[in-house]
């Protein structure tokens, strides 16, 4: 961290005087982690490796553009930070760097007439979706961490929510980004739907993790709130069954808003609670909108289920997913253990390699794991997602159970690579996940975002060292 910081905190109060300046070490270290397991780890090992110098919270825009010139002339390094839910070490201040806090920005409008609205990058899922619920709408982004990822984050990243097959993920959902670029400038994007007029920049601050910029505000496609929900599940006799199924109803066009298919691993708890058959899978399907349309969805997919092996269920399993939906207890039970550790690895793989990506990673996480939990609930036209659940238990310290961590993430993901899947779907890659970028974009993608960075922050002022930049 460079030694000016003490004088760029000075010139920052003066140039921006509403912009919060909190140095308690009790307040940095807040800000000093996000959800990281080696950051839990690290917490009950005894005092934080990586506190940061201070934490900045600018009221708008423009005081943050005006820090982002100050960091340069100091040469001081930011990392934005905004909900905090983050799982791969994306803000972990290695070297004191200042944390820049968007909680701030929670400016919301909306514009019926275009089907949009706009939050600031501060505003968490939960409260943007309320905002929306008062005007009748809705967007369709419920992650797990709903009550405190933010719209800066989400997009950073390229998050997901559990309604994604009919919604999509953040990189569908956003038609504009506003943010300040490394060196102070501001970036409005153009509201028109769509263009021809060079490559599309919003998408370049989709997934970057903060390293092109600091997303400030997000334009979101809306939606009615749907004034129907259809409600199925199925057990079928195998994963393959399964996926058969829904990759059917996906090349049909049909589009579920929730499509969940639990492994026969995964699946027997579940299959033992609703008295199903043994050694089946389990998948839960969710259709939304117009009641006719989503009751026409249901029946399609239902007649493709069944001619898949499937077996219908009804609606219980479905309803009562729905409604613990946000829970991640048991990978939280997993990390407070003192040698235990979990972590949820998601990745994505076309239709053609996804069976082998999951069933591959199963066989590789087994015998170094407690319990490996598997499903699919993200998928495409053309190839889907798999969640890769680790739990394990060493019988050690802290220490041991980060080393564990280690193990068990370096192997799910370069197995996934292997068979055909990618290092992450939706998750990021922060610092966790850094070293298997150049396996997945190889020599000449690494080469276009490092030209693309070393251009617009030559200083490496911002977030240096994630996404293996």
């Not at 939606?223 to 006799?237: G, H």
């Amino acid at each position: 961290m460079n030694e000016k910081w003490k004088e760029f905190l000075a010139a920052v109060e003066r140039d921006c005087p509403d912009t919060h300046i909190a140095t308690q070490p009790e307040e940095c270290l807040i800000y000093s982690h996000g959800c990281y397991p080696r950051e839990y780890k690290w917490l009950l090992q005894g005092e934080y490796p990586y506190l940061t110098r201070a934490v900045l919270s600018p009221a708008d825009e423009e005081e943050i553009a005006s820090i982002m010139k100050l960091a340069n002339e100091y040469h001081v390094g930011i990392i934005p930070y905004a909900g905090g839910s983050g799982i791969v070490g994306g803000s972990i201040p290695y070297h004191g760097e200042i944390i820049l806090n968007v909680k701030r920005l929670t400016d919301f409008s909306i514009n019926t007439v275009n089907g949009t609205a706009k939050g600031g990058a501060g505003l968490t899922g939960a409260e943007f979706e309320n905002l929306l619920n008062e005007h009748g709408y809705t967007c369709g982004q419920y992650p797990q961490s709903f009550q405190s990822a933010c719209l800066g984050g989400m997009t950073a990243t390229r998050a997901i929510g559990t309604f994604s097959t009919k919604y999509g993920k953040m990189d569908d959902m956003v038609t504009a980004v506003d943010a300040v670029l490394p060196d102070g400038q501001i970036f409005h994007a153009h509201l028109a739907p769509k263009r021809s007029t060079g490559p599309e920049l919003n998408q370049l601050f989709l997934g970057s993790e903060g390293v092109y910029g600091i997303i400030t505000g997000v334009e979101m496609k809306i939606y009615p709130i749907a004034e129907a929900r259809v409600f199925q599940a199925y057990t079928f006799p195998s994963t393959h069954d399964g996926l058969s199924a829904i990759r059917n109803v996906i090349h049909k066009g049909l589009r579920p808003a929730v499509v969940r298919l639990y492994d026969e691993v995964e699946a027997v708890p579940k299959i033992a609670v609703y008295g199903y058959e043994k050694g089946f899978t389990l998948l839960i399907l969710i259709f939304e909108g117009n009641r006719e349309m989503s009751e026409l969805e249901a029946r399609m997919t239902k007649e493709i289920c069944l001619g898949n092996n499937g077996r219908y269920k009804g609606e219980k399993a479905a309803r009562e997913w729905l409604a613990t939906r946000f829970s991640t207890k048991k990978m939280l039970d997993y990390d407070a253990i003192r040698g235990g550790t979990a972590d949820a690895i998601e990745v994505a793989a076309p239709w053609d390699c996804i069976e082998n990506v999951w069933r591959e990673m199963r066989r590789a996480l087994e015998p170094i794991c407690t319990v490996v939990d598997c499903h699919f609930s993200h998928v495409y036209h053309n190839g889907a997602s798999v969640y890769v659940i680790f739990h394990a238990k060493t019988g050690g310290d802290d220490k041991t159970g980060e080393e564990k961590y280690l193990e068990c993430l370096d192997t799910a993901i370069r197995t996934s690579l292997k068979y055909g899947g990618n290092v992450s779907h939706h998750h990021g890659v922060g610092t966790a996940k850094a070293e298997y970028m150049k396996e997945e974009h190889g020599e000449a993608g690494m080469y276009i975002m490092k030209v693309i960075k070393d251009a617009m922050d030559p200083n490496g002022i911002l977030n240096k060292g994630v996404l293996g930049l």
